[in-house]
Nanobody, 121 residues
Framework: QVQLVESGGGLVQAGGSLRLSCAAS????????MGWFRQAPGKEREFVAH????????HYAHSVEGRFTISMDNVKDTVYLQMTKLKPEDTAIYYC??????????????RGQGTQVTVSS
């Protein structure tokens, strides 16, 4: 069983920055691709970014490319999402995810409890 615990959400003004963290346990970190999804009220779940188990490759949704950066610390078993130039449309609950093997944009194997990000205009 994989446990994921997110932190770092909050309220920020448009144009500001936030860094989300996700502490993972119960797995061999390098066997899982890590990622972030988000869901805004009344909207479908949306892929945000993922990083391969070894951290060698990343992939982003078009809506966040150039503004968000995903990274991982294999020593701390933690994955990060650095968010810059935030927009009101980035407001959502952000979920850390883990997928065994290759990363996916259409789903995941495990998900954390989520952290709220609110961007005011």
């Amino acid at each position: 069983q994989v446990q994921l615990v997110e932190s770092g959400g909050g309220l920020v003004q448009a144009g500001g920055s936030l860094r989300l963290s996700c502490a993972a346990s119960g797995r061999t970190f390098t066997n899982y691709a890590m990622g972030w999804f988000r869901q805004a009220p009344g909207k479908e779940r949306e892929f945000v970014a993922h990083i391969s188990g070894g951290g060698s490759s990343t992939h982003y949704a078009h809506s966040v490319e150039g503004r968000f950066t995903i990274s991982m610390d294999n020593v701390k078993d933690t994955v990060y999402l650095q968010m810059t130039k935030l927009k009101p449309e980035d407001t959502a609950i952000y979920y850390c995810t883990a997928t065994y093997g290759r990363p996916r944009t259409d789903g995941y194997d495990y998900r954390g409890q989520g952290t709220q990000v609110t961007v005011s205009s």
